[in-house]
Nanobody, 116 residues
Framework: QVQLVESGGGLVQPGGSLRLSCAAS????????MGWYRKAPGKQRELVAA???????NYADFVKGRFTISKDNAKNTLYLQMNSLKPEDTAVYYC??????????WGQGTQVTVSS
């Protein structure tokens, strides 16, 4: 089971950018399907973006064109570049990873707040 630790959250103004990171333990990270989820107050946790071991990506419609998921296998790290942030992007963001299908293991989450 992979251990995941997120970082990079914070307070940003609408239209701003943040980059989240997720450090993973274990040497088999490169084979995992990894994803970013988020949970806003009063809402269910939802998938934001995912990337397979081979590097294929997919995105939720509400972040397409604004967010980019990527990973560095040498650093065992997953990233989420978030641009053109909106107040409705405010949520706790979680990374997840699995050798088979998401969600698998969870990180502890990092808070992203978009507000002026």
């Amino acid at each position: 089971q992979v251990q995941l630790v997120e970082s990079g959250g914070g307070l940003v103004q609408p239209g701003g950018s943040l980059r989240l990171s997720c450090a993973a333990s274990g040497s088999i990270f490169s084979f995992y399907t990894m994803g970013w989820y988020r949970k806003a107050p009063g809402k269910q946790r939802e998938l934001v973006a995912a990337i397979t071991g081979g590097g294929s990506t997919n995105y939720a419609d509400f972040v397409k064109g604004r967010f980019t998921i990527s990973k560095d296998n040498a650093k065992n790290t997953l990233y989420l570049q978030m641009n053109s942030l909106k107040p409705e992007d405010t949520a706790v963001y979680y990374c997840a990873g699995s050798p088979v299908s998401l969600p698998g293991s969870w990180g502890q989450g990092t808070q992203v707040t978009v507000s002026s």
